[in-house]
DNA sequence: AATCGTGTCAACCGCAATGGT
DNA sequence: TACCATTGCGGTTGACACGAT
């Protein structure tokens, strides 16, 4: 008998999200903060569990979130962080404050597997025209293996480094970039104020019930732009964290070397060895060093990343 | 115009991790 | 230390939109 579903109870309302329940839940948080997501329901009165309504504000109504397409340069971080961390999108997702998990899960999933898979399958049949990888690389393969185990802590040390820049005004200042959730910000960073809300409400009532259909995308952000707007204006926020994902983008890149890397540009997918893949999907990564070898491998063992990496732990 | 197939994405489910007692 | 409650995370599902036939 296996156990219960959380959300199995009479009374509890699941499905999509009205733009009620989304103003319900906002004037909550804004009030209280998030956290504390039991007393949720039954503080606001949503016929949602506890589960729902933490979903809902982390993927949909947190402020600062950015909707629609991915650029070029967030694409490439995903990609290389999916390299490097495997399918752990909480912990992918701290580097692109902006995004949710589940906004990269979804863009991975239905995007990027698809990108990388064509890749993958044109790499291939280079490889049977007798492009492969040379027997001296699948020798070595166990034993770079097991030094990358040992040496994954040192690196991830310094790609933690090098990816925290220490400016007070940064969004990135608010991130545990070893895969930790960013804090919850102050209640005051959310809503503004119940006015706000009002208006909100009565927006999405002029526009109508077909409204509230569509109503996701506009919403969202008149209630994300309300949020910030204590602190700083929404597209402010957005030209700041945009300049900080070009920044984090180009850290990496300087990082690993992959400046040319674009999705019909071969040199990510000649770095990889064909026996492993591109794709992390499928596979568990490493407890502890959760990292696809092929694409970080030339990274690890050439003598001047190392000397790199050697020289951000001296500095630490 | 109707039907079918496919893509997208918000939301759900279940397990794991964490914290409190 | 054990147990329970709560939260976090990743995989998966299902409804909807849209293009092709």
């Not at 699941?14 to 989304?22: I, R």
């Not at 991915?70 to 962080?81: G, V």
């Not at 393969?141 to 005004?169: F, N, V």
């Not at 990889?272 to 591109?278: A, K, N």
């Amino acid at each position: 008998m296996g156990r219960p579903p959380c959300c199995d109870k009479i009374g509890v309302k699941k499905g999509p999200w009205t733009p009620e329940e989304d103003i319900i839940l906002v004037s909550y948080i804004q009030e209280h903060g998030p956290g504390n997501w039991r007393a949720v329901p039954t503080n606001t009165g949503l016929l949602r569990c506890s589960k729902s309504c933490r979903l809902r504000w982390t993927n949909y109504l947190r402020p600062g979130i950015k909707r629609g397409n991915f650029t070029h340069h967030e694409e490439k971080m995903i990609i290389h962080l999916q390299a490097l961390l495997g399918n752990r999108w909480a912990a992918i997702a701290s580097y692109l404050p902006q995004r949710t998990d589940n906004d990269i899960k979804n863009y991975w999933n239905t995007h990027l597997k698809k990108k990388l898979k064509k890749l993958q399958a044109g790499q291939e049949g280079q490889s049977r025209d007798g492009l492969s990888v040379t027997g001296s690389q699948q020798i070595c393969r166990g034993q770079w293996e097991r030094r990358l185990q040992t040496d994954i802590h040192m690196a991830r040390q310094a790609l933690c480094e090098a990816l925290s820049p220490e400016k007070p005004d940064s969004l990135f200042t608010e991130l545990k970039p070893s895969g930790g959730y960013e804090k919850p910000a102050p209640a005051s960073l959310y809503a503004s104020s119940t006015e706000n809300i009002a208006k909100l409400l009565k927006g999405w009532m002029r526009s109508g019930p077909k409204q509230s259909l569509t109503y996701s995308t506009t919403t969202q952000n008149s209630l994300n732009n309300m949020a910030v707007a204590d602190s700083l204006s929404s597209e402010e926020t957005l030209n700041r964290a945009d300049k900080n994902d070009t920044e984090l983008s180009e850290a990496f890149e300087s990082l690993f070397g992959f400046d040319s890397f674009d999705s019909s540009n071969s040199d990510f997918s000649q770095s990889t060895s064909p026996d492993t893949g591109l794709l992390q999907e499928e596979s568990k990564p490493i407890p502890g060093a959760q990292v696809p070898l092929s694409v970080i491998e030339r990274w690890l063992f050439d003598e001047g990343a190392m000397q790199g990496i050697e020289y951000l732990s001296e500095a630490h």
